[in-house]
């Protein structure tokens, strides 16, 4: 398997411009110990720290995520920011489909699919998140509900290159509750999405996108995630706001 660990680290609604910088910094002196090893990494910063983010890991190999966009380029949408303007401060990933966006903000497939679009034609890689609830999983649905999102989440995208597409498995009921998915149940369902990446577009993508696992990634599990063999990295909510636990996960998912 030749897919290089990618980890991202997805702060949510927190962190000043000024926190970021620290951060930033912090970070790139911590990261020190991946030189010469195989493994991404990437910070998803509010808007408002993108760009004191990009500037403060110039020059190193940490990129820079967004954690939404809207679909048009421009135009009277109060309050959005379009692909182009993420490009401008230095973003190389786009997350969308979050299930907070999801959930709190009536995000739909189809605006997912839109989104991921916009950001595939700016020349951003989408970070596709996915995921089922509790209910959907007691009630037996999980794979149903991620072949939907996937299936609609990619609808019609033209993607040969594997390294221009990232998807996540962030099952809801794992997302800041502590309860991580067992590695079995990330390994199902993520094999099955790989599967589904084949059919989509061909065994060539499947192959090589990087199926991400994320919902309560610790440094402590996050050795037994890697392990399975479609996970081939982690969207870290919690966990990565602390630059020494960030590390740690970014130093866990590295094979020895
Ligand atoms: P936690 O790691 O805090 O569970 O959040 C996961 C998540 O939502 C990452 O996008």
Request: proline share 4%; charged share 20%; glycine share 10%.
């Amino acid at each position: 398997m030749s897919r290089t660990p990618l980890i991202v680290g997805n702060w949510k609604m927190y962190k000043t411009v000024a926190e970021t910088r620290d951060f930033c910094l912090r970070l790139k002196d911590e990261m020190a110990f991946t030189k010469g090893k195989q493994v991404e990494v990437a910070v998803a910063p509010p808007f408002t720290a993108l760009s004191a983010a990009a500037q403060a890991l110039r020059g190193s190999f940490i990129s820079v995520a967004a954690q939404d966009v809207f679909w048009a380029e421009s135009g009277a949408y109060t309050g959005e920011v379009s692909a182009k303007m993420l490009t401008e401060v230095g973003c190389h990933f786009g997350i969308v489909g979050h299930s907070e966006r999801r959930q709190y903000f009536h995000e739909t497939d189809v605006s997912i699919n839109k989104k991921a679009a916009a950001l595939m034609k700016e020349g951003l890689i989408p970070i596709l998140c996915l995921g089922e609830t509790l209910s959907e999983r007691q009630g037996g649905s999980t794979l149903v509900v991620v072949e939907r999102q996937t299936r609609q989440g990619l609808k019609g995208l033209a993607v040969q290159d594997p390294q221009k597409l990232v998807m996540a498995y962030e099952p809801v009921w794992a997302i800041g509750t502590g309860q991580t998915a067992t590695p079995n149940q990330a390994q199902e369902v993520q094999a099955f999405l790989r599967k589904l990446l084949a059919e989509i577009f061909s065994p060539n993508m499947a192959e090589g996108v990087r199926i991400l696992y994320g919902g309560s990634v610790k440094p402590e599990n996050i050795g037994e995630l890697m392990a399975m063999n479609d996970v081939d990295g982690a969207l870290v909510g919690g966990a990565s706001l602390e630059v020494k636990s960030f590390a740690q996960i970014v130093r866990g998912s590295i094979s020895p």
